[in-house]
């Protein structure tokens, strides 16, 4: 099966500037999740979707970060305006698994390292 | 509060030789635990799962809920194992939300 698609793999910006990442699941993966991991660091959830409706956005900076998911498929994550600390590994993830079962297996992206200057 | 913690940036061995990757996690209740392990210019993956109790590449790892563990063993490291690994806990009752370990850098050496 395909993997899980996410583009740009790269994206330099200044700050105070706005960027939006990309994400295509693997086909029929209900659950999909976006993680910043800043160097050094481990992934850190953003945000998690069941099909097209948000489960948990607590720790997104909602002020200047949304995420969509377009009918309950492909997932965009978008930040305006990007401050330096931003500089991090963007990681889209999906998994199968509806809430309540018990194998939660992510398939991670290849990831978006986003650099703002 | 939910919490994973790696205490070992970097762990070098010689090939041949024991590993052993600690983990140790906070949650007040019963969590699912894995390890994710990425290798170089790869993305990361699922190595293995509590659940399973199941060895992978000759990886296994325990859960310990007394002492709150989940470390990753291995009794002859290869060089192929050289990679990051992170510690992973699903907190079951909180959304299923994931939270990750800071991640250990493991160097086989020949």
């Known amino acids: 099966e395909a993997g899980v698609a996410q583009s740009p793999r790269y994206k330099i910006i200044e700050k105070r500037q706005s960027v939006a990442f990309w994400c295509n699941p693997i086909?029929?993966?209900?659950?999909l999740y976006w993680y910043q991991q800043i160097l050094g660091q481990g992934p850190k959830l953003l945000i998690q979707f069941q099909n097209n409706g948000v489960v948990d956005d607590s720790q997104l900076p909602k002020d200047r970060f949304s995420a969509e998911r377009l009918k309950g498929v492909d997932s965009t994550l978008k930040i305006q305006p990007a401050k330096l600390e931003d500089s991090a590994v963007y990681l889209c993830?999906?998994?199968?698994?509806?809430?309540?079962?018990?194998?939660?297996?992510?398939?991670f992206g290849p990831g978006t390292r986003l650099t703002v200057t | 509060a939910q919490r994973v913690t790696q205490p070992e940036k970097l762990l070098s061995v010689f090939k041949g030789a024991p590993v052993e990757l600690k983990c140790n996690y906070s949650y007040s209740g019963s969590p699912e635990l894995f390890w994710y392990v990425q290798y170089s210019r790869q993305r990361l993956q699922l190595l293995l799962r509590?659940?399973s109790r199941e060895s992978i590449k000759g990886f296994t790892a325990d859960l310990n809920k007394g002492e709150t563990s989940f470390h990753l063993k291995k009794p002859f490291a290869q060089e192929e194992d050289s990679a990051m690994y992170y510690c992973?806990?699903?907190?079951?009752?909180?959304?299923?939300?994931?939270?990750f370990g800071s991640g250990t850098k493991l160097n086989v050496k020949p």
């Open positions: 086909s029929g993966h209900a659950t």
């Open positions: 992973a806990l699903r907190a079951i009752y909180n959304f299923n939300k994931f939270y």
């Open positions: 993830a999906s998994s199968l698994v509806n809430p309540g079962q018990t194998s939660y297996e992510q398939y």
């Open positions: 509590h659940i």
